[in-house]
């Protein structure tokens, strides 16, 4: 599932979709928060800077938070021009800075327009994918 | 004043009308600008914008390294043969290009190299360096055609003989780097040291603005009378490249180059059975570069400043990826391309108008597509292209006074 989301004011956070939100409290959405979520994971995130710049490096943090009776192994952290159907010219770098939680460095949009998050989630019982979309300006 | 998104088509409108009354023709006013192409346009700039100081280069802004590199720039005794300088590809009046397809090197063989000589107006707003992005930085890039062997060839020894021996080299270098020039020993240090002043001159070379900041600036006012003076066939190929061109996505603010690189279809065969690797083979150099932002020469002790470095992501498709160029001062600097082969701007737009896709990788960019531009279309891209030029210059080479010792 994706959730959109632009920098500009007025397109901020749009309605979160599909997280049964008991299970994923921890992952609900605030200002200047990001989420994703699939039927068993939700992951929400903050980048830094709050607005991407197109061409600056920036990080994100983010918060993994599986369904009860689930934990969370590891995080990949990538991005892409689906339009353009070309990937970001960076790879960032995870790393765990606690239970659920991970920061990547090392992201960079380098062109205007429409670009999606896709986050691996590592659980036991398999990988969960979460696109997030984002407008760069 | 009214901001960007407040000046509306109705006041574009208005500076047709007043081109109407004033050239007493009757010509259907040009529709304004959508509010995304405002946005567009807004993008780039403003300018000119001064280029920030290097973290790695700890002489960077600094006057007297300045001077010293801007001496060292126009010395051909920076070659061994003492026949080659900076200056003898970056032409002063040719806007610091050589004009040439492909750059001839230096020595008695005067080699023709593989890639066109890059513009230097500008170039310390870049964060890559050279057509395949080969150096992290602005000193970096300024030490690869002093060791090129089929460019300068030079040593660092050389270059630590020459500012020892040239008594106001020796004492710029001084004045610089508060000590004196290193003995052969640390020629190594010397040489990078040249870089830096060489970077330290580099940064300051910034043009100023154009006939299409003086638009933007108007547009961003609202000011349409000012906005008026912009020619319409100009605006028209504005429209075209903020528009339904997308130039603009890659031809990304400021200083008109998203700093990054793309495979847009040109030939990279240097000649039979010789590709240029572009960008490929520039990743796995300025990796492999002793001299880049993670080593031991950069002067930044956090490293910060190699992040991107540090980052890099390298890919099957970067081969055949070259640097997308600045455009502003653009019509100054033909020959195009990574190896010069399209002579004038109108071959330029003839590629992307009739751009050949299966030239491009097919894991590559999708966003390029023909333009199929009309002939009219393209004449007015050319006109836009033609506003990018500044309208002033800084004096690249003023005499220099006697260096005074400080402190000695």
């Known amino acids: 599932m994706t959730l959109k989301h632009c920098a500009r004011a007025g397109c901020a956070l749009a309605a979160l979709l599909g997280a049964s939100p008991g299970a994923y409290a921890a992952c609900d959405a605030g200002p200047g928060v990001l989420r994703g979520s699939t039927s068993r994971v939700a992951l929400a995130f903050r980048t830094d800077p709050p607005a991407i710049k197109v061409g600056e490096l920036f990080s994100l943090e983010a918060e993994v938070c599986p369904e009860a009776g689930t934990s969370v192994t590891g995080l990949r952290v990538d991005a892409g021009m689906p339009a353009h159907k070309h990937g970001m010219n960076y790879r960032p770098r995870v790393s765990s800075t606690g239970p659920g939680k991970y920061t990547a460095t090392g992201l960079m949009f380098h062109m205007p327009g429409q670009w999606q998050f896709t986050f691996d989630v590592e659980t036991p019982a398999g990988r969960e994918r979460i696109h997030v979309d984002y407008t760069a300006q | ?408």
């Open chain 2, 1 to 408: 004043m009214r901001g960007a998104a407040g000046l509306t088509a109705a006041g574009f409108l208005a500076c047709g009308l007043v081109l109407m009354s004033s050239a007493a023709v009757a010509q259907t006013p040009l529709p304004g600008p959508a509010p995304e192409e405002l946005r567009n346009i807004q993008r780039h700039g403003p300018w000119s914008q001064p280029v920030p100081r290097d973290p790695s280069n700890r002489v960077s802004g600094n006057a007297e390294a300045i001077a010293l590199g801007r001496a060292l720039f126009f010395d051909p005794r920076l070659s061994p043969s003492a026949d080659l300088s900076c200056a003898t590809c970056h032409l002063p009046e040719r806007a610091l290009t050589d004009g040439r397809d492909r750059a001839r090197g230096g020595g008695a063989a005067k080699p023709r190299l593989d890639r066109n000589t890059p513009g230097l107006w500008n170039v310390g707003h870049g964060r890559w360096f050279g057509w395949d992005g080969g150096s992290d930085s602005l000193w970096s890039f300024a030490l690869r055609p002093i060791l090129h062997p089929d460019e300068m060839g030079a040593s660092a020894a050389h270059v630590a003989r020459l500012l020892r021996g040239d008594a106001n080299l020796a004492c710029r270098y001084a004045n610089a780097f508060g000590r004196a020039v290193p003995p052969e020993a640390a020629a190594e240090s010397a040489l990078v040291d040249a870089a830096k002043a060489l970077a330290a001159y580099l940064e300051t070379l910034v043009s100023g603005a154009s006939a299409f900041d003086e638009l933007r600036e108007a547009l961003a006012r609202g000011d349409a009378t000012a906005a008026a003076r912009y020619p319409d066939d100009a605006r028209r190929g504005l429209a075209l490249f903020a528009g339904k061109g997308q130039c603009s996505i890659c031809h990304f603010g400021p200083n008109f180059s998203n700093g990054e690189f793309h495979n847009i279809g040109m030939p990279h065969m240097v000649e039979p059975g010789r590709v240029d690797p572009g960008r490929h083979g520039g990743i796995r150099r300025v990796r492999a570069d002793k001299y880049n932002l993670l080593g031991a020469f950069s002067d930044d002790a956090t490293r910060a400043s190699g992040s991107r470095t540090l980052h890099l992501a390298q890919n099957h498709g970067n081969y055949g990826q070259f640097k997308v160029p600045s455009l502003r001062n653009v019509e100054l600097t033909a020959p195009y391309m990574h190896d010069g082969r399209l002579a004038t701007l109108r071959e330029v737009v003839r590629h992307y108008s009739e751009l050949n896709v299966d030239r491009l990788h097919q894991d590559g960019e999708a966003l390029l597509k023909p333009l199929r531009l009309s002939d009219a279309e393209s004449e007015d891209l050319v006109a836009f292209l033609r506003t990018l030029t500044s309208r002033s210059f800084p004096d690249l080479n003023p005499a220099p006074g006697p260096c005074e010792r400080r402190g000695a």
